[in-house]
């Protein structure tokens, strides 16, 4: 069973710095694509950003692009999110996702494309 642990959210004030890490339990982790998904109170998962096995192919929401990078390392089963100039509305439970199937440019940033999951940590954010 594959499993993924996230680790690094917290409280920060507005304008600061957070990263993410995750880490998967299979040997197998290059042939896996990696996502960053979130969900605030009330609100629909969202996507955030995902990466393939190749770090040049990554894919972010375009609203967060520029603030948010996503990285991997293969040799430590991990992926990662840096968050800068964070904002309030940045507030949410994130979540790490894994999937090993192939997925369009479209599918790669809905979150039903994902196969694995991870418990989520929680990212405030004050203003």
């Known amino acids: 069973q594959v499993q993924l642990v996230e680790s690094g959210g917290g409280l920060v004030q507005a304008g600061g710095s957070l990263r993410l890490s995750c880490a998967m339990s299979e040997r197998t982790f290059p042939t896996y694509t990696m996502g960053w998904f979130r969900q605030a109170p009330g609100k629909e998962r969202e996507f955030v950003a995902t990466i393939g096995w190749s770090t040049d192919r990554s894919y972010y929401a375009d609203s967060l692009e520029g603030r948010f990078a996503i990285s991997r390392d293969n040799a430590k089963k991990s992926v990662y999110l840096q968050m800068n100039s964070l904002k309030p509305e940045d507030t949410a439970v994130y979540y790490c996702?894994?999937?090993?199937?192939?997925?369009?440019?479209?599918?790669?940033?809905?979150?039903?494309?994902?196969?694995?999951w991870g418990q989520g940590t929680q990212v405030t954010v004050s203003s």
């Open positions: 996702a894994a999937t090993n199937s192939i997925l369009s440019i479209t599918t790669i940033k809905e979150y039903r494309s994902y196969d694995y």
